[in-house]
């Protein structure tokens, strides 16, 4: 499968990325850092932008994804009150931006 996989470098994501590696999948993984270079592939790009603002989404040929894996996101058991604007950004704005993305293709992937 190829697979698009947000918030790769969070706490999921970093777990995540080598075990669909492992299992064969072609993988485009986002997040707002730089991933490990080690792990990057013929079959493994990494694109970095700002979900909240969609950065680097129209950089993914949506066609060719057979699969979304959506994890990034922003949120702590001790949001402060001057991190909630980041947090809708991230978590609200962000997801709007992925789904306007993906909302021109005929065929949509699995989310």
Known sequence: MN???SGAT???????VPR??????????YS????????????HSHI????SQGEGLDNVNWNEIDAIIH??????????????????????LGIECLICAISKISKPPLF
């Open 20 to 29: 669909l590696l492992k299992d064969g999948h072609k993988l485009i993984s």
């Open 10 to 16: 969070g706490f999921i994501g970093r777990h995540l």
């Open 71 to 92: 994890l990034a996101a922003f949120g702590s058991t001790s949001v402060r009150k001057s991190d909630w604007y980041k947090c809708i950004s991230v978590n609200i």
């Open 3 to 5: 697979i698009f996989l």
């Open 32 to 43: 707002s850092s730089q991933y490990n270079d080690s792990i990057i592939s013929k079959r």
């Open 48 to 51: 970095v932008g700002d979900i």
